[in-house]
């Protein structure tokens, strides 16, 4: 398992940006496939964002396509979470995950996940 820490929530208007940052620890970051999920309060955690181990191949859910982008630099052992035109709705604690297994990410039974950043989006 590799270790995971969040960065770069915050309070942003609606119409802003934020950028989320999951540093991640050990050698072998560049064989994990990388995701981002979120959960709002009341609501159960949801797929944002998957990227594959050399950034190759993104998925994205349907309510921040286009306005999300999901990036990384293996050689700084990071993953990152461009978010645009962010909305109230986006507001929630953002996670991070990591798996050797792509389709795992995606279904959210990722082996390793953060601690969560908080981004709330005002009207």
């Known amino acids: 398992q590799v270790q995971l820490v969040e960065s770069g929530g915050g309070l942003v208007q609606a119409g802003g940006s934020l950028r989320l940052s999951c540093a991640a620890s050990g050698r072998t970051f560049s064989s994990y496939a990388m995701g981002w999920f979120r959960q709002a309060p009341g609501k159960e955690r949801e797929f944002v964002a998957h990227i594959n181990w050399n950034g190759g191949s993104t998925t994205y859910a349907d309510s921040v396509k286009g306005r999300f982008t999901i990036s990384r630099d293996n050689a700084k052992n990071t993953v990152y979470l461009q978010m645009g035109s962010l909305k109230p709705e986006d507001t929630a604690v953002y996670y991070c995950?990591?798996?050797?297994?792509?389709?795992?990410?995606?279904?959210?039974?990722?082996?390793?996940w953060g601690q969560g950043t908080q981004v709330t989006v005002s009207s």
């Open positions: 995950a990591a798996d050797h297994l792509g389709y795992k990410v995606v279904a959210g039974t990722a082996g390793s």
